[in-house]
């Protein structure tokens, strides 16, 4: 089992920035790639970034590129998630995801790839 805490959310104008974190604990041995998600109110969760343990490789959706950028801390087994210049459109409830089975980014988007989630945290971007 993995547990996953995610934090830093909060309300914020346009143009501000904001930075999440998701704690990883439990059986972390083998994550092999971190997500994060969001889920605005009435539309799908959908994919945002994610990162691979082994070596920091990214990847983004276009529409976050250049503004929001993932690291990790594998000493804490922490994922972060800066977020810049943050719009309306950004607002959205961030969730946090493991993957444990394969590091491949093949379908890195899919929810069906993470086998674990935490249970979100709020952002607001008001205009």
């Known amino acids: 089992q993995v547990q996953l805490v995610e934090s830093g959310g909060g309300l914020v104008q346009a143009g501000d920035s904001l930075r999440l974190s998701c704690e990883a604990s439990?059986?972390?041995?083998?994550?092999?790639?971190m997500g994060w998600f969001r889920q605005a109110p009435g539309k799908e969760r959908e994919f945002v970034t994610a990162i691979r343990w082994s070596d920091s490789m990214t990847y983004y959706v276009d529409l976050v590129k250049g503004r929001f950028f993932i690291s990790r801390d594998n000493a804490k087994t922490t994922v972060t998630l800066q977020m810049n210049n943050l719009k309306p459109e950004d607002t959205a409830v961030y969730y946090c995801?493991?993957?444990?089975?394969?590091?491949?980014?093949?379908?890195?988007?899919?929810?069906?790839?993470?086998?674990?989630w935490g249970q979100g945290t709020q952002v607001t971007v008001s205009s």
């Open positions: 995801a493991a993957a444990l089975r394969e590091d491949s980014f093949l379908g890195v988007g899919a929810r069906g790839r993470y086998d674990y």
């Open positions: 439990g059986s972390t041995f083998g994550t092999y790639i």
